[in-house]
């Protein structure tokens, strides 16, 4: 198993090759490595103790849009899983190694990064590894095709103080398969009273009279940078946005729009949500401001 086969289950990884187009050279605690080389105990130890997250971004060449937000997720989830006073690069040092990155890979237009972090319970010092992949075009203001979410309910999601980093990554890919099943582009997750909290493809929000409801991070949505120019975008249409611990399923099937929004696509607009339908109006029209605000 290489090191990109650690990132995925192993009936999925030559797909993800495939489909995402990593980059040949990742970064691994500081050390330039190869997306084909053999997977170590380091990275192994990732795997089994789940004491780790990651933290995507979208970058145009090699700058990050939103990095400080980005950094402050990492740095504020270290000190949530009480890892905070180990050592860990700071912004400036990260910043430096993500665009050496780049550089490297010699790839100008868009891609994603992503840095994951995780503990080595043996040494008891923490390890990063930052992997990119291509992407070409500008993600954000695409609203062709059809975009369907499934309602995956093999598994419930807790709230916790860990609920904005991340969801189990072993949950995330179920649902994913799960959807994908049934012809969807991604899944719903539910909490244990049956609400929707989150997406597989990132937070959902739903579009309700001169409401934009989504759900609030202690109760399992993520934190993403993007949020607050998403906000300041629907607040310039004139929206309110509120947020609830939970979106009911009453609420899903009366919304008259939907989209979810994460920092690797944006916003996308979704057709339908288990069984609900939906128009494809301000969503759209949200989702072209906010790729006019990261023009650079």
Known sequence: MDLLDSFYPPEDAEKSKQVA???EKMCLDGKMVLSSEPVGTLTSSMLTNGLSFSETMLLKGNDPYLWRGHYMNIVDALVVMGLGKLAFPSADELLRRIQVLSQKNHYPAYSLMRVFVWLDTDTEELHYMIAQHRLGVMPYGVTS???FLSIYDGAMLSASPLSWIEMPRALETLAHRSALKEDCGGACLLNNEGKIVTTTLG????????NIVGVGHSDGARRDPIEASM?????????SLKYMPGLPM?????????????TSDGIRVVDGC?????????????????KELFVF
């Not at 288990?274 to 906010?290: C, I, N, P, T, W």
């Open 21 to 23: 187009y990593w980059c």
């Open 145 to 147: 095709g059809k975009l």
């Open 203 to 210: 937070n959902i929000y739903l579009i309700t009279g001169n």
């Open 231 to 239: 906000e300041e975008a629907a607040k310039g249409m004139g929206y």
């Open 250 to 262: 009453s609420m899903v099937k009366k919304a008259r729009e939907c989209f979810v929004c994460s």
């Open 274 to 290: 288990g069984d609900s339908r939906y128009e494809k109006v301000d969503g759209v029209v949200l989702s072209g401001k906010l």
